[in-house]
């Protein structure tokens, strides 16, 4: 079986106070359909830079990344627009919702920018909230939502396209032990149920022993 995500020796280079920083030093992974990825290092190790190239919201120095065997930063911007809102869905430690939106506006954005009208958005957004746990909170502002709930609305803004890979960047890392637990449940049975390929950057060792396969990134390799 091909891998569905590839990365090849990727390096990424910043320059800050005019000296370069090197972010990843030939990083190279292979994930396909149904597996788990726990990326873990401290802080700097380079987990949110080598996150945010995978999902095509930065290109690396050197190197490459295919998706479903296409290079994704050899692509137009429409052929990455596709792959953001339909390949691959990403989920952040704060949970970017749009605070004057409730739950299910949130989790339609997705939809309605891949044309979708208002009302088939909306089905489908009401149908992954409510397989979030947020059946009676559909209407609900941000601010009237507890953390936990306001992560899973961002759960589902990410898989309402049906995507074949969700990045998670510290999902956990903003909640307490037992909402992020939960999380953590919701996340692995969307994996095991659906064949969703599941990369997770946290600092959270227990998190990260429950994937199929765990690395370990210090000063942007892999060790």
Do not use: C, W
């Not at 396969?213 to 942007?220: A, N, S």
């Amino acid at each position: 079986m091909n891998p569905l995500l590839h990365i090849d020796t990727i390096y990424k280079d910043f320059e800050k106070d005019s000296q370069i920083i090197h972010a990843l030093r030939g990083i190279s992974l292979q994930i396909s359909k149904g597996e788990s990825l726990s990326i873990t290092g401290p802080s700097g190790a380079g987990k949110s830079t080598l996150l945010n190239i995978m999902g095509t919201l930065e290109p690396p120095s050197q190197g490459r990344v295919f998706f479903e065997d296409r290079d994704i930063y050899d692509m137009d911007e429409v052929g990455m627009n596709q792959i953001r809102n339909r390949g691959i869905g990403f989920v952040f430690q704060f949970h970017h919702l749009l605070y004057e939106f409730n739950a299910i506006e949130n989790a339609m954005v997705p939809a309605l920018i891949s044309g979708y009208g208002k009302r088939e958005a909306g089905e489908m957004a009401s149908g992954i909230l409510a397989q979030m746990g947020l059946r009676d909170r559909l209407f609900h502002r941000v601010g009237e939502l507890s953390g936990g709930e306001q992560q899973r609305v961002a759960i589902a803004r990410a898989l309402i396209m049906g995507p074949k890979m969700l990045l998670a960047d510290e999902p956990t890392g903003n909640l307490d032990k037992t909402t992020g637990e939960e999380i953590t449940d919701i996340l692995l049975e969307l994996n095991k149920s659906t064949g969703l390929a599941l990369v997770i950057a946290t600092h959270n060792l227990e998190l990260a022993r429950q994937m199929s396969q765990q690395l370990h990134l210090v000063d942007g390799r892999f060790v």
